[in-house]
T-cell receptor, first 116, second 114 residues
């Protein structure tokens, strides 16, 4: 099965600017996750989608972060305005087709954000 | 809620030596447990998983882990380290129900010395 595609791989912006990250998950899978991985830490869940709907966004800083999943396929994660502490790798993930009921995830390579 | 604790943020071993990376979990129900590896500037790759079948789980690249319910542990081992094993390793636990979210530990950076 095809993997999870993310873009851009790298982005450098100044604080208070905006940025958007794109994810195309494993084909045909209803569930999609966005994780934030700060340097030296484990990934932290930001938001979980099931088709077009949000299942869990309890850890998403909604004053500056937003995410959408149009037509239940691609997803976009936006940050506006960015803060220094948003510097991190943003990972998109889908359940693997063979193990979708265990929580096992397949991750994209991530989008590395540096906020100056 | 479930959680994992990885003991030791940095582990160094000599090439050919035993690798032991520690992970303890907390879960109110029988968990699903995972080890992921992350090489520099890459995404997370699944090493192995425990999904309530055999308690000794074998993964890729010669790694294995043993689920010990009495100790709430899922330590990762490899008998003989290779230079290519240098990477960051994350233990993760899966939640229950329809959410099935992965919760990660803080990671262990493995250095392999020549």
């Amino acid at each position: 099965e095809a993997g999870v595609a993310q873009s851009p791989r790298y982005k450098i912006i100044e604080k208070r600017q905006s940025v958007a990250f794109w994810c195309n998950p494993i084909s045909g899978h209803a569930t999609l996750y966005w994780y934030q991985q700060i340097l030296g830490q484990g990934p932290k869940l930001l938001i979980q989608f099931q088709n077009n709907g949000v299942v869990d966004d309890s850890q998403l800083p909604k004053d500056r972060f937003s995410a959408e999943r149009l037509k239940g396929v691609d997803s976009t994660l936006k940050i506006q305005p960015a803060k220094l502490e948003d510097s991190a790798v943003y990972l998109c993930a889908s359940p693997t087709r063979a193990a979708s009921n265990t929580g096992e995830l397949f991750f994209g390579e991530g989008s590395r954000l540096t906020v100056l | 809620a479930q959680s994992v604790t990885q003991l030791g943020s940095h582990v160094s071993v000599s090439e050919g030596a035993l690798v032991l990376l520690r992970c303890n979990y907390s879960s109110s129900v029988p968990p699903y447990l995972f080890w992921y590896v992350q090489y520099p500037n890459q995404g997370l790759q699944l090493l192995l998983k425990y999904t309530s079948a055999a308690t000794l789980v074998k993964g890729i690249n010669g790694f294995e882990a043993e689920f010990k319910k009495s100790e709430t542990s899922f330590h990762l081992t490899k008998p003989s380290a290779h230079m290519s094993d240098a990477a960051e390793y994350f233990c993760a636990v899966s939640g229950t129900g329809s959410a099935r979210q992965l919760t990660f530990g803080s990671g262990t950076q493995l250095t392999v010395l020549p």
